[in-house]
């Protein structure tokens, strides 16, 4: 069970939320909107808001604007990670990676299986980091989205998890690009 330590200040990250859909608007995106009431309520800021289409080159260069505004500190992304022909969230999200975070997609499906059962094989949801973003893909549906954010990030988000959170690794992100 994830440990809180009180005695730390929060921090509030800029998340930008991902909208992956052929057929979702403003008006009926009901995980976009789950997802930022969320994000909200547990105190981070919802930076950005966009619905894209199920297209891979689409949803990189969406991924690619926001990894390099210095503003997103975080994507999470909604729909697109199953196993039909149109779903290609993961294809897009691993093209942008400089590392994957496997456990997180892991840890997402063994969550997932304790609601859904055997259904949880066909989300690949997926998460990683590049030019010090993170980046969070869940599947389409409310719950799914409901699932990620309450059971996983927003305990990795909140500075105050002991032992360790993602958002204390925020500043050695980018390490790699220090020359010495």
């Known amino acids: 069970m994830p440990k809180i330590d009180e005695t730390r200040p929060f921090l509030a990250v800029n998340i930008a939320i991902l909208t992956v859909s052929d057929t979702r608007t403003e008006a009926d995106d009901k995980s976009g ?9 547990d105190g981070h800021k ?21 990894i390099a505004d210095p503003q997103i500190d975080v994507v999470i992304s909604t729909g697109g990670t199953g196993v039909t022909g149109r779903d290609v969230t ?13 456990g997180f997609g892991e840890l997402f499906r063994y969550l997932s299986y304790q609601k859904i059962g055997t259904s949880t094989i066909q989300s690949r949801a997926t998460a990683g980091v590049a ?50």
């Open 33 to 41: 909107r789950s997802l930022a009431e969320m994000i909200a309520r």
């Open 131 to 180: 030019g010090g973003t993170y980046l969070f893909a869940l599947p389409g549906s409310p719950g799914a989205c409901r699932d990620g954010w309450e059971d996983i990030i927003r305990y990795q988000l909140d500075n105050r998890l002991r032992p360790c959170n993602l958002v204390e690794l925020m500043p050695r992100l980018q390490e790699h690009l220090v020359s010495g």
């Open 46 to 66: 919802v930076a950005a808001k966009q619905i894209v289409r199920d297209d891979k080159a689409t949803i990189v260069a969406q991924l690619k604007a926001w």
């Open 90 to 102: 993961p294809e897009a999200f691993q093209s942008v990676y400089e590392k994957e975070i496997a």
